[in-house]
């Protein structure tokens, strides 16, 4: 039996000349923008030629690249330690595609789609299963597949978080900062057709604060917001911009929710452009959790789901 692990997200530019395609490859996709073709790639064209150089100079702070990749390439390399299968990184996005990682995929039996999503949506963990199928399908490939739609509840997967949560604390008395989750935001229209989304952070949320609760860790106060709108259509709220104006305490730990793996919406986004609306707002701390990464936690988790879906196929 021949077994191979994919390890599903949106991906991130690897240099700077791709921050075009990722760009434009996420607004053409029919789960962002919901437009018939050829519509959508005019909206995807548009918006690409009007973010692009703000995006290139956003990328340029890290780099010239997405952090998404390498941090990925460290947790495969923990988790061929311990899976035996032979495990691949799979960008929506970006290279690695679907497409590039298909001829290993020839000869195999079983298919393991893990999402690096812990919540299910249809912009993301529905997206990139249609991108599987799609190429699965196109090369002939008969493969089983097995998929878990979502694990925002899953003991080690908020083991990690509690572990990234004080490790930014830094031994410092919880109870002298507010702790914000942000999650990356969608449209409003997107949750009212029915998208599990918000509902899943919500529940990863509350998983969190038990579990920071039974380690003894009681902050000032917990909130939940929402980062990353764009466009005028109204997104889910609080904003976390708006979140910070209500904040008691001027020191301030953020938690990226949304993502297991750190990308510009963690290490750009939060930590560079939000940080200055803290400094405005005249913060004395603001600090910017990890996400899980290759935490052994986070290893643990996604060693365990893909055990649980071998024992169960």
């Keep these: 039996m021949k077994r191979a692990v994919l390890l599903m997200n949106m991906g991130g530019p690897n240099n700077l000349s791709e921050v075009e395609v990722f760009l434009n490859n996420m607004f053409n996709d029919k789960r962002i923008i919901a437009a018939p073709q050829p519509i959508r790639a005019m909206i995807a064209k548009f918006i690409t030629w009007k973010r692009k150089n703000e995006a290139k100079e956003n990328y340029k702070a890290l780099g010239g690249k ?7 390439k460290n947790l495969i390399r923990h988790l061929q330690t311990k899976i035996d299968a032979k495990v691949h990184m799979v960008m929506r996005y970006t290279p690695p595609f679907c497409a590039d990682i298909i001829h290993h995929l020839q ?5 393991y789609a893990i999402p690096l999503y812990p919540h299910h949506s249809s912009t993301t963990t529905l997206s990139s299963m249609d991108d599987l199928h799609h190429n699965l399908q196109k090369h002939g490939i008969k493969a089983t597949v097995k ?6 509840n899953h003991p080690d997967y908020i083991a990690a978080i509690v572990e990234r949560i004080k490790e930014a604390l830094n031994g410092e008395d919880p109870g002298e900062f507010e702790l914000v989750f942000s999650a990356h935001g969608l449209p409003k229209k997107i949750i009212e057709k029915g998208d599990l989304y918000q509902r899943h952070v919500k529940y990863n949320v509350y998983h969190a604060r038990k579990a920071l609760t039974l380690a003894g860790i009681s902050f000032h106060k917990t909130h939940l917001a929402y980062q990353s709108r764009l466009g005028p259509l109204e997104w889910i709220r609080p904003y976390l911009d708006e979140k910070l104006k209500t904040l008691k305490k001027k020191k301030v730990i953020i938690y990226p929710v949304a993502f297991t793996i750190d990308n510009s919406e963690t290490e750009f986004e939060l930590d560079v452009e939000y940080r200055e609306i803290a400094d405005e707002l005249g913060f004395e701390e603001y600090r910017v959790a ?9 290893v643990n988790c996604i060693t365990d789901i893909y055990q649980s879906m071998k024992v169960s196929a």
């Design 66 to 72: 997405s952090p998404i990749v390498g941090y990925t």
């Design 107 to 111: 000869d195999i039996d079983e298919i």
């Design 147 to 152: 998929t878990i739609p979502h694990y925002y």
């Design 290 to 298: 990890k996400a899980p990464n290759d935490h052994h936690y986070f």
